[in-house]
């Protein structure tokens, strides 16, 4: 299903007027000016984090408080050397002198699928994770779990999971006042049948807060054909479609997502920039990059951000959101990863701010909701 529909790629970022903004020249500023450009440095990170904002890729899984895994671990009396919070942190967050590579970047998600024990423990970590979003000032949240991973040690039927975080995360959305809905992952590197359970659950919870399904793992290794079947009956019962690609693989793994897969958005994307075919065919599409640059950073896809391909793509005309992924993982929160962008690439706050417009207009809501944000944001940053 179509979230936009504008005439032509040329008319894009006009139609919304979300032309890309002229580069701050940080590195240009002289000694002299230094106290001025400090001073200005703070007040724009001021201004991102009063700014209201929207997530659309965020895992639940790798959003836990430090202090919830360690109070947690005592009670449960988990096997690991210590219960205090520097002993678990290197376990569960990229730390400076590790190296970054996927296989230690999912290597976290290993060891923090032993918390998951009891509904209690998902029902509190789901809403944590909601107000720590809306803390951050977050207005709309799309969050994603995986019922197989929250599912490992209990065993439990996937809707049971499925209508535990949903139970909580809609009484966490009230008390906090902040928008939220839910994505259901599976793995690719699972087998289909679990894909199949995932869905059911999924379909099941329509009118709990669940919007869409989501394909997530090693794409380079894993392809997507083998959920094809299941993504077309998914697309047919009404969901919205997000999968991770173009990742820790090239093009054609986007394409897969778009062409087999039915995706809506893309999570990740940012291997688009490898090929101008696939940027004018997203451009065209008006399919959406929920691009993670921190996470990037983190699983050894970029070097840096300041190498990072977002502003690429942005001043390309794709369609391009801002997330964290993995808030624990990456040890980020949303202001904080908009404001190291401004500090480490061309970004400007105008253009962070028409990011947040862009994404106002790739939720996964119905027309009549999503224009109604669409509104909200407008007059928020008009």
């Not at 139609?15 to 240009?28: E, I």
């Not at 899984?61 to 109070?71: H, M, T, V």
């Amino acid at each position: 299903m179509a979230l936009l529909e504008l005439a032509t790629s040329g008319e894009r970022l006009a139609q919304l007027n979300l032309a890309p903004s002229n580069q701050l020249q940080f590195d240009s500023v002289s000694k002299p000016h230094r106290r001025i450009f400090v001073e200005a440095s703070h007040s724009i990170a001021a201004a991102i984090r009063a700014m209201p904002k929207i997530e659309l890729h965020r895992h639940l899984e790798g959003s836990w408080r430090l202090k919830s895994l360690s109070s947690i671990a005592r009670e449960y009396c988990l096997p690991i050397d210590n219960y205090d919070i520097e002993t678990i942190r290197p376990h569960v967050q990229i730390m400076p002198a590790e190296p970054r590579t996927w296989e230690n970047f999912l290597g976290k998600f290993r060891f923090l699928r032993q918390f998951f024990r009891s509904e209690t423990i998902i029902k509190r970590v789901t809403r944590e994770v909601i107000a720590d979003a809306a803390a951050d000032n977050i207005k709309y949240m799309e969050l994603r779990f995986t019922p197989q991973a929250l599912n490992n040690v209990m065993r439990c039927e996937y809707g049971e999971v499925v209508h535990w975080v949903c139970t909580a995360s809609q009484a966490a959305a009230v008390e906090h006042n902040i928008q939220v809905r839910l994505i259901v992952s599976m793995n690719r590197h699972e087998e289909v049948s679990i894909g199949e359970a995932v869905l059911d659950a999924a379909l099941a919870h329509r009118d709990h807060g669940v919007v869409a399904i989501d394909l997530a793992g090693q794409e380079a290794i894993y392809p997507a054909a083998p959920f094809s079947a299941l993504f077309q009956r998914a697309k047919r019962e009404g969901m919205y479609i997000t999968v991770h690609a173009g990742e820790w693989a090239g093009a054609n793994s986007i394409y897969e997502a778009l062409d087999l897969l039915g995706a809506d958005r893309v999570g990740h994307g940012i291997r688009a920039v490898e090929s101008p075919a696939l940027m004018d065919s997203l451009v065209e599409r008006g399919a959406a990059l929920e691009v993670c640059p921190t996470s990037n950073v983190d699983s050894g896809v970029v070097p840096s951000l300041a190498e990072h391909p977002l502003p690429t793509l942005y001043q390309r005309g794709i369609y391009t959101t801002i997330n964290t992924d993995d808030p624990l993982i990456s040890n980020i929160n949303l202001s904080d990863q908009l404001i190291q962008l401004v500090e480490h690439t061309s970004l400007t706050l105008d253009d962070l701010k028409q990011h947040q417009l862009v994404a106002s207009r790739v939720v996964f809501l119905p027309p009549h909701e999503r224009a109604l944000l669409v509104t909200q944001f407008e007059q928020w940053f008009s």
